[in-house]
């Protein structure tokens, strides 16, 4: 087997993972995601051992941008779950502030502050 064809045997194999990470991004299946990557690592640990003298690569140039394409795809759905999260947090974090509770009697009391968590630290 040439150089070329084990370069386009682990781009495959990158695109796959890839493909695999953009549907656990879409399902918000967190608990798959330290496998895939790590997975991606030693793909490309293994691909960065190529020199570009090796391989032909105008043969890679389809694989390559599709493999750009989806690590891009990727990249914006977990910068968008990062943003949705910052948002659910900051949301939280003013609840937890405001101090608009009830008392028993139905009157507004604003002497107890209202909080998220029970618990202290």
């Not at 890839?18 to 967190?30: F, G, P, T, W, Y």
């Not at 140039?61 to 990062?82: C, D, F, G, P, Y």
Request: a negative charge; glycine letters at 2%; proline letters at 1%.
């Amino acid at each position: 087997m040439s150089k070329t064809e084990e370069v386009l045997t682990y781009l495959s194999q990158l695109k796959e993972v890839l493909e695999r990470e953009k549907s656990v991004l879409i399902e918000n299946d967190a608990e798959k995601l330290p496998g895939i990557i790590q997975e991606k690592e030693d793909l490309m640990i293994t691909l960065s051992k190529f020199s570009e003298d090796d391989v032909e690569v105008d043969k890679l140039s389809v694989l390559s941008r599709e493999v750009k394409a989806l690590q891009e795809t990727n990249l914006m759905l977990t910068e968008q779950s990062i943003r949705y999260t910052e948002t659910m947090l900051e949301h939280i974090k003013k609840a937890a502030k405001q101090n608009n509770t009830y008392s028993k009697k139905g009157t507004f009391d604003d002497t107890k502050k209202s909080t998220l968590f029970d618990q202290s630290l």
